[in-house]
């Protein structure tokens, strides 16, 4: 059975009472469980060599418990280059439920070479 299964465990969550939500800093996740007893999990999942991948918010998720999970957007932000040629890329995921939204910021330090963002999902 294929537990990764992506875009798709993502829309089936669409429509779905949140239970719990929360962002896992050790295991750089965020992750929700609804109603139903079904969860997901979303993350960075495209860690290469050389990089620090991390996840982030300053909202308070619990403010969107009971509320319906509506839609999901990513969004790239401009990378930045620090002083040693270091680079540091952002993107958004921007959770939508009947409740307002949310944001996580997803983070890539790296060193130029590497790059880029692979949003994966699982239940």
Known sequence: MNNNLGLGVMIESIGKKIKKVWLDKEENQLKFEFV????????????SCCEVR????????????????????LKDAPNQEDEF????????????????IFQISNHNEHNGYYGGFWIQASK
């Open 54 to 73: 991390y996840m982030e918010t300053d909202d308070v998720l619990q403010e969107h418990i009971g509320g319906t999970l509506l839609q999901f957007e």
């Open 85 to 100: 040629g270091e680079m540091h890329e952002i993107q958004f995921l921007d959770v939508m439920t009947d409740k307002g």
């Open 36 to 47: 139903d007893n079904t969860t997901l999990k979303i993350w960075d999942g495209g860690q």
